[in-house]
Each structure stands twice: as structure tokens, then as C-alpha cells.
């Protein structure tokens, strides 16, 4: 086991421009959080899985961002129409069933919007 | 809904010194409280975390914190820090139920000089 896995690691679009994150969680693991952080400031709360279902967004996320978990197992962010305050570290983290009171998490996808 | 204040965004200290880096939270319902270090472009990394129990809690890296439920604080400590724990440092707090999301701090940069 390889930990929780994001890729890419970087991404610098134009505004405007769709772009699209993956996670893939620990493999046991059937909560999947994302979370945005920006210069600065803590990690912020997006959204969770818990196996397909996403059970709950935060206000952060707005219209243009859309998250999936298909199969339950890898989960994708896309940003659409990117605009420069999306500019971030967007962060994945993966907890288990059983007494998942940890999360762990990826290294994160940095986005730059020019 | 849960809250975090890191009450220090910066920590200079030199090294072998002992350091202090302090949280506090507030919550309206029972909580599990972690500490995270972020090295740059890195992901987080858990250092420790207070489930129930003993109130004084070891980590990993010579880290420890200290859960005060009366002062809502959760101060984490190091008798001796070295060059190598220069990073961020982040307090969270999430409600001990299944799946709720971490809420983070601002984070405090600690700052390690020989």
C-alpha cells in the first residue's frame, strides 16, 4: 500500500480552461475528503465520500467544481471555466470504515491559473 | 459546527530550545483532536491525535499535546527541537461521529535557526 496517490501533482491551465484532479485512496479505505489550500491558510473542507455517495459539500464549493467517485474507489475533481482564485493546493485524504478516526493524505495537485 | 484557532502564525526558535505551539477549539459536541506537520509542497502528515483518555498525548518526532477540556486548548509541545522540524504545523478538530470532515487552523510556521 502506497498511501493515498494524487495526480498530476502540478497543473497551470489558462483561465478559462476546464482542469481535472484524480485521487486514488488507500485501498481499503471508503471515505474520500477533498479539501483546498490556499497560500497561508489551513486546508479547507470541499467535499466526502463515503464509498460513491458524496454525502456532503462544503459552500466553497461552487457551481463550476464537480466531484465523483464512480466505483467507489478513485475520485476525480474537475474545475470548470478556471478562474485565478482557484489557484491552490487542492488536497485528498482517504480514512477507513473501522475506526477511521485518522485521515490520511495525499501530496496534493498544486494549481496555478494564468 | 467545530472551530480552530492556531493563536501563533509564526514560531522562531533556535534549535535544541523547547517550543510550544498553541491551539484552541471550539465545538458544541464532542470532538477528536489532531496535530499535522506540512513540509513545503508536501501533503500532511499526521503527528498526533487525542481520542479519549489520557489527557497527555505522545506523537511521532518527540512531539506531544496536552488536551485541556476546560481551557478548550490542545497545545502541542517539544522539549527539543531540531533544523529537521521546520515546517507547518496545523491543528484540527472534527466531531467524534463517523465521517465528519476535519476542520483546520491557519496553521503555525515553525521556524528552527542554529
Known amino acids: 500500500d502506497t498511501g493515498v496517490s494524487q495526480d498530476p501533482r502540478h497543473k497551470i491551465t489558462k483561465r478559462g480552461q476546464n482542469v481535472t484532479f484524480r485521487c486514488d485512496p488507500i485501498?481499503?479505505?471508503?471515505?474520500l475528503y477533498w479539501y483546498r489550500q490556499t497560500l497561508g491558510q489551513g486546508p479547507e473542507f470541499l467535499t466526502y465520500?463515503?464509498?460513491?455517495?458524496?454525502?456532503?459539500k462544503s459552500r466553497l464549493l461552487s457551481d463550476r467544481f464537480s466531484a465523483e467517485r464512480p466505483k467507489g474507489s478513485f475520485s476525480t475533481l474537475e474545475i470548470q471555466r478556471t478562474e485565478q482564485g482557484d489557484s491552490a493546493m487542492y488536497l485528498c485524504?482517504?480514512?477507513?470504515?473501522?475506526?477511521?478516526?485518522?485521515?490520511?493524505f495525499g501530496q496534493g495537485t498544486r494549481l496555478t491559473v494564468v | 459546527a467545530q472551530s480552530v484557532t492556531q493563536l501563533d502564525s509564526q514560531v522562531p526558535v533556535f534549535e535544541e530550545a523547547p517550543v510550544e505551539l498553541r491551539c484552541n477549539y471550539s465545538?458544541?459536541?464532542?470532538?477528536?483532536l489532531f496535530w499535522y506537520v506540512q513540509y513545503p509542497n508536501q501533503g500532511l502528515q499526521l503527528l498526533l491525535k487525542?481520542?479519549?483518555?489520557?489527557?497527555l498525548v505522545k506523537g511521532i518526532n518527540g512531539f506531544e499535546a496536552e488536551f485541556n477540556k476546560s481551557q478548550t486548548s490542545f497545545h502541542l509541545r517539544k522539549p527539543s527541537v531540531h533544523i529537521s522540524d521546520t515546517a507547518e504545523y496545523f491543528c484540527?478538530?472534527?466531531?467524534?461521529?463517523?465521517?465528519?470532515?476535519?476542520?483546520f487552523g491557519k496553521g503555525t510556521t515553525l521556524s528552527v535557526s542554529s
Open positions: 485501498s481499503e479505505h471508503n471515505r
Open positions: 487525542y481520542l479519549s483518555g489520557s489527557t
Open positions: 485524504a482517504s480514512s477507513a470504515r473501522q475506526g477511521g478516526t485518522e485521515a490520511f
Open positions: 484540527a478538530v472534527r466531531a467524534n461521529q463517523a465521517g465528519t470532515a476535519l476542520i
Open positions: 465545538s458544541s459536541v464532542s470532538v477528536y
Open positions: 465520500f463515503q464509498n460513491e455517495a458524496q454525502l456532503e
